[in-house]
């Protein structure tokens, strides 16, 4: 923490010219800091206050205490985008004078919140003896929208508060961006295009463009991105057609790494993970908590279920089924994937029902659509995820991908 002392106290409004906190010896998040300050005799401050007796005046201990509180407080809150003030000094107290020599201990306790002010309680001690005490009135808010001098955004376009805008980007006359976003340098959003709120696009990626579409002619079409997003080097995700309902999707929380593409009218839900370079075809949909792995692609009008695993380098051209996992070209299933689900908290009970149908699927003897019927008719099965897998099966169209590895399948993926 101690070296991005200057660059958290940078967002601290009316800022005494000099930092005034050297180090930081304790840290509790969201509740208490300890802060030290060496007063030497070389500061600037002393030249004008009694050269000959010199001491630290009262209104730079309180700005001391001041900067302590907004190390803590913008830590806690993160971001560049927000800043901090300083708006009231309560019950000020001073115990005694600060000189030369002195090392200042100072504690900052956080106290009540109302909205986006917070009260703390500061004290200043030499030794372990109170030099003085204050109660802190300060505010956490979102600073303007930063936008580099090289960027170019059309003046139609909305720019949330605290969003920063870095050099050589270009945003369209028809983008939306929320609050808190970072755009990265030579990143071009356009289109009628809706970013939610703390969202992460780092350079070079391509944003709400025309759809590889030849049946696309202009038309009016959207892509909706929801909140905290985050999007590596050279991401491309293109909007909508006319045809395939006008809009492309995506959800909150996911993580697309670098190179990935979502092309036209996909629809991506929340908490998925996005290898290097995976791809979608048009009209794909990716349920909750899907994981596609670095390479793979996704056919045209195919669904990802929820939870789903995609293997590295896997071509999809099924409806890949829930909580298992699918690889290889063309995919093929790999039975449920136990890890995955009892990393993300499933309790045991469901990850033993889930493995049951799982083998009744892959290695009875049943067709699908006796194993379907059996494992709906098992009472000791009966749970929601169950149930989500037998109406994804039954609501496939283009079948889903349940055929199991040969044995030089197994080969090559245990190479």
């Known amino acids: ?6 660059q958290i106290l940078d967002r601290l409004h009316y ?13 509790e998040a969201g509740r208490r800091i300890v802060a030290v300050k060496n007063v030497t005799v070389n500061e600037d401050f002393f030249q004008g206050h009694f050269p000959g007796a010199p001491l630290m005046p009262g ?4 700005e001391t205490l001041a900067q302590a509180a907004t190390l803590l407080l913008m830590q806690e809150s993160g971001g560049p985008a927000l800043r901090a003030r ?12 600060v000189v030369p020599g002195d090392r200042l201990t100072l504690e900052v306790t956080l106290g009540r919140r109302r909205g986006a002010v917070t009260r703390a ?17 300060m505010t956490v808010t979102e600073d303007v929208a ?7 955004v059309h003046p139609g376009a909305a720019i949330g508060d605290g969003s920063v805008i870095g050099p050589h980007a270009i945003i369209g006359p028809d983008v939306r961006i929320g609050r808190r976003c970072s755009i990265g340098a030579s990143s ?4 009628w295009t809706e970013i939610g709120d703390e969202c992460e696009v780092y350079p070079m990626c391509s944003i709400g463009l025309v759809p590889q579409d030849l049946k696309f002619h202009g038309e009016k079409t ?3 991105i929801g909140d905290r997003n985050v999007f590596r080097e050279f991401v491309t995700i293109h909007r909508g057609t006319h045809g395939g309902g006008g809009v492309t999707t995506v959800g909150d929380h996911n993580f697309f790494m670098a190179y990935v593409h979502v092309a036209h009218d996909c629809h991506v839900g929340s908490h998925t993970i996005f290898g290097n370079a995976a791809t979608l075809g048009g009209h794909v949909e990716v349920d909750d908590f899907a994981t596609i792995s670095a390479f793979s692609a996704v056919h045209q009008f195919c669904r990802i279920a929820r939870h789903a695993f995609i293997g590295g380098a896997s071509i999809v051209t099924k409806d890949a089924l829930p909580f298992a996992k699918s690889v290889g070209n063309r995919a093929r299933l790999y039975g449920l994937n136990t890890i995955g689900l009892v990393r993300r908290g499933f309790p045991p009970d469901v990850v033993a029902k889930l493995k049951r149908a799982y083998r009744l699927l892959m290695v009875s003897k049943l067709n699908t659509s006796r194993a379907l019927h059996q494992i709906e008719h098992d009472p000791e099965l009966q749970c929601d995820e169950v149930r989500y897998l037998l109406d994804f099966i039954r609501s496939s169209k283009r079948g889903v991908v349940l055929r199991r590895p040969t044995r030089r399948d197994e080969m090559v993926a245990d190479d």
């Open 86 to 97: 300083l708006r009231g000094v309560d019950n000020a107290k001073f115990r005694r004078q």
């Open 15 to 27: 800022r005494y010219p000099s930092l005034l906190v050297d180090d930081v010896v304790e840290y």
């Open 188 to 191: 071009v959003i356009d289109g």
């Open 59 to 62: 209104v730079l201990m309180i």
């Open 1 to 6: 923490m101690p070296s991005s002392i200057p």
């Open 146 to 152: 930063a936008i580099h001098p090289t960027a170019i």
């Open 222 to 224: 959207r892509l909706k």
């Open 121 to 137: 309680q500061a004290v200043a001690s030499v030794e372990q003896n109170v030099v003085a005490e204050a109660e802190l009135v």
